[in-house]
């Protein structure tokens, strides 16, 4: 048995050592070729300790089946870290192969207290959220991650005036 099992989601050429790297192409050190936009994905219940998603979540045909899935192959209290453009980013939209959009709260409808629940039955804790601005607006970014408080600001009212690239999630699976 593999002790901290890691699954790399829609890896491209990012290939991480010590992981399962998924791709829908066969890439140089792509270890499983893998729809992921058909389901149930090809993993066992329970089966990761830890799962990566970078840039690859807003290229699915759904927000809701992946985290799914994601769910079920990972163990109770296993991490989960997602990287996707936070929009209204022109990042977000700028891709013809992004199919899906998410924001600050997206995450939110998958937390254990969120009401209605009645979406999934996949739940997460958040544990950690930042949002990631180009070079030229780091200080806007220490600024806006410094606190909850100013996360949720610039996500409800300042998201036009100073925009961000992407939106840097960790989870907890709750089971």
């Known amino acids: 048995m593999i002790k901290n099992k890691k699954l790399n ?16 192409i066969k890439l ?18 329970n089966e990761f300790d830890f799962v990566l ?3 690859i979540l807003e290229h699915l045909n ?4 992946p985290l799914e899935e994601i769910w079920r192959i990972t163990k109770k209290n296993s991490k989960v870290k997602i990287l996707v453009p936070i929009s209204p980013s022109v990042y977000a939209f700028a891709d ?5 959009f998410y924001t ?22 958040i544990k950690s959220r930042k949002i990631i601005f180009s070079k030229y607006l780091k200080p806007i970014e220490i600024l ?18 100073f925009p961000a690239e992407v939106l840097e999630i960790e989870l907890e699976v709750l089971k």
């Open 62 to 65: 759904s927000i809701i089946k």
């Open 144 to 161: 806006v991650n410094s606190t909850e408080l100013t996360k949720k600001a610039w996500a409800s009212l300042f998201y036009f005036l």
């Open 104 to 125: 600050y709260f997206t995450f939110n409808y998958f937390k254990e207290e969120h009401n209605p629940n009645y979406y999934s039955k996949a739940r997460f804790k």
């Open 53 to 55: 998603c970078s840039h």
């Open 28 to 45: 140089p050190g792509v270890d499983k070729v893998v729809d992921l936009n058909k389901y149930p994905w090809p993993f066992k219940d």
């Open 96 to 100: 013809p192969a992004h199919k899906q």
């Open 9 to 24: 989601l829609g890896c491209g050429k990012d290939i991480k050592e010590g992981y399962i790297n998924v791709d829908s």
